[in-house]
């Protein structure tokens, strides 16, 4: 999206991260960054 600057990804980063792992949900949400 051009222009963005900040998402807020907190709790659906922590939820995720409960289910798949701290490490692959980073890999994960790098890799939509994208």
Request: proline content about 3%; hydrophobic content about 45%; charged content about 20%.
């Amino acid at each position: 999206i051009p222009g963005l600057l900040e998402v807020s990804i907190g709790h659906a980063l922590i939820s995720d991260a409960l289910y798949y792992g701290f490490e692959k949900t980073v890999e994960l949400y790098l890799r939509q960054l994208k």
